[in-house]
């Protein structure tokens, strides 16, 4: 059986005619049967948000689709896809890390332990004051 045939939009398809027909297809015919039902299958989205929006006299519609993407990437897409997430993950572990060195500073203010006499980042000073 060949790839095509086990696609499920192929599938549904050909299971809605008879079984001599389905028989006769070609690769190269369920190939543009595939791209051909691909042009107008949407499937479904997480988001799927469409509308029109009435400018002057023109009418303009607009569609918002997102979910998880299902399609094989490219080379260039991989690289792109890779740095992006290493990016947020970076950004993510900052930020974490940062929140942790804030925390542990006002824990060590709020004991009272100075590691340096008579010096301070006045953080403390403002914490308290959005308390108050």
Same mark, same amino acid.
């Given at each position: 059986?060949?790839?095509?045939?086990?696609?499920?939009?192929?599938?549904?398809?050909?299971?809605?005619?008879?079984?001599?027909?389905?028989?006769?297809?070609?690769?190269?015919?369920?190939?543009?049967?595939?791209?051909?039902?691909?042009?107008?299958?949407?499937?479904?989205?997480?988001?799927? #948000?469409?509308? &029109?929006?009435?400018? +002057?006299?023109?009418? !303009?519609?607009?569609?918002?689709?997102? %979910?998880?993407?299902?399609? /094989?990437?490219?080379?260039?897409?991989?690289?792109?896809?890779?740095?992006?997430?290493?990016?947020?993950?970076?950004?993510?572990? #900052?930020?974490? &890390?940062?929140?942790? +060195?804030?925390?542990? !500073?006002?824990?060590?203010?709020?004991? %009272?332990?100075?590691?340096? /006499?008579?010096?301070?980042?006045?953080?403390?000073?403002?914490?308290?004051?959005?308390?108050?």
């Amino acid at each position: 059986m060949s790839k095509l045939l086990r696609d499920p939009a192929i599938r549904s398809l050909l299971n809605r005619m008879p079984n001599n027909v389905q028989n006769t297809f070609t690769d190269e015919q369920l190939t543009h049967l595939k791209v051909a039902i691909g042009a107008r299958q949407w499937g479904d989205h997480a988001v799927d #948000f469409r509308g &029109v929006a009435k400018v +002057l006299k023109y009418r !303009y519609y607009f569609v918002v689709l997102m %979910g998880r993407n299902r399609r /094989e990437l490219s080379g260039k897409e991989k690289k792109i896809s890779a740095i992006i997430q290493t990016c947020l993950i970076s950004l993510f572990t #900052f930020f974490i &890390v940062i929140f942790l +060195l804030l925390t542990i !500073y006002l824990v060590k203010s709020a004991l %009272g332990i100075d590691l340096f /006499e008579d010096y301070s980042l006045g953080v403390w000073s403002w914490f308290k004051g959005l308390l108050k």
